[in-house]
């Protein structure tokens, strides 16, 4: 079992910029591919983006394209999740999660494919 843990969650002003953070209980990062999710109160879990195991590929889903840039540093065993251009609408819980057992290049195509979950970290953006 792989314990996730997300961090840098905040209350932001529209525009403003914020990284969050994904810590994984494993010397092997690399085993894994990336998920960043997201839910606001009244509305379904959305993929905000997924990285794949060698960081080669990536998706973006269509709301946060060309303002949100994923990343991973396996030494460090760190994911992130640069979040610029913030709007209202990015409120939410987000949450990180390792899909495991992907070929190295291949991205997870569904939700259920991730095996570990963080907790979340809140993000708020005032208009």
């Known amino acids: 079992q792989v314990q996730v843990e997300e961090s840098g969650g905040g209350l932001v002003q529209a525009g403003e910029s914020l990284e969050l953070s994904c810590t994984a209980s494993t010397k092997y990062l690399d085993l894994y591919a990336l998920g960043w999710f997201r839910q606001a109160p009244g509305k379904e879990r959305e993929e905000v983006s997924s990285m794949s195991r060698s960081g080669k590929k990536t998706h973006y889903g269509d709301s946060v394209k060309g303002r949100f840039t994923i990343s991973r540093d396996d030494v460090f065993v760190t994911a992130y999740l640069q979040m610029k251009q913030l709007t209202p609408e990015d409120t939410a819980m987000y949450y990180c999660?390792?899909?495991?057992?992907?070929?190295?290049?291949?991205?997870?195509?569904?939700?259920?494919?991730?095996?570990?979950w963080g907790q979340g970290t809140q993000v708020t953006v005032a208009s």
């Open positions: 999660a390792l899909a495991r057992g992907l070929a190295y290049d291949d991205l997870p195509v569904r939700a259920s494919e991730f095996d570990f």
